[in-house]
């Protein structure tokens, strides 16, 4: 099986024959497929000159491949047993790292893949489906008889309800908890957001959505700009370094869930790492906050803290290539 790099893979550049068996043809054909092939090293190149991230010494995310093309991230070298036994799956050191040293920069236009109001529709049917469970569960403990009433939840409905409620438990319940305070207020308090969607402009959905958090109602359509900032944070598309099936380093996009970078530590360990929007240029920077060791873990899953790669895909959808 012939070996192409990414730009052939990618714009689907293949060997073709000449017709007729022309020289002529043949030897223009040669000569196109030359130049076509310096083409991976010039986009490679020119995206390192503009990678705004750290370069690959720093840190090594690698592929594994799996039936659903998911991403492992963890450093190079470590043994699969050592990932397993760590505090979720996540980025690793793979040299010592002073306090302060860069992760990676990445500039402000690499945001949310899709419409970011596709993300708040959904975030808005998920707390739906939680209110309904929190306000029966409060009905059902205070007068038993009426909760025969209130019908039955679907199974599916209550899994998934409990899928995200740590998500949900993660929200700031005040100010001074904001993720990326400075990208997250301007989109919050935007004059310029979009058009409300028919869901969130529903009285019904806004009450069901409003005890998260309670600060939000002092924004005028609080709701409306919660949803839309937080989509619009909630996840980003990160450029990322990693080796491809032929062991080359290779750049590609990856959509990144924030509560990865925000890099929520195991219970008794301290983050060591933070990230944060420059108010100087708006690009998401994240650094270490104390000297790290080689194989230390540094940008972990938030949630169950035996996750494995694949429930971070399955989980939150994380996209390669």
Partial sequence: MAKYGFCDRFFGVQQQTPKHGSATLASREHGRMRAVAWWPLLLRWLLAQDADVASPELWEPRVVPTSTCSERLHGEGLEDDAVEASAGVGLFATSSMDRGERLFELPPNVFVKGDQWELAEWLVRENVTLEVMRVRAEVCAARPEDCAAMGELEEDDILEAETWQPYVDSLPQDRSRLPLGNVFLQALFSENSRERTTEASELAVREAVEYIPDWIKEVPEGVERWLYANALVASRLHKVWYRDAFGDWEMTT??????????????????????????????????????????TQLLVHYGDPNATAESLVDTFGILVG
């Fill in 254 to 295: 990856a959509l990144v869930p924030l509560a990865d970078l925000l890099n929520a530590p195991a219970p008794g360990e301290a983050a060591n790492v933070a990230c944060e929007t420059s108010r100087r240029n708006g690009y998401f920077l994240c650094t270490t906050t104390t000297h790290v060791s080689a194989g």
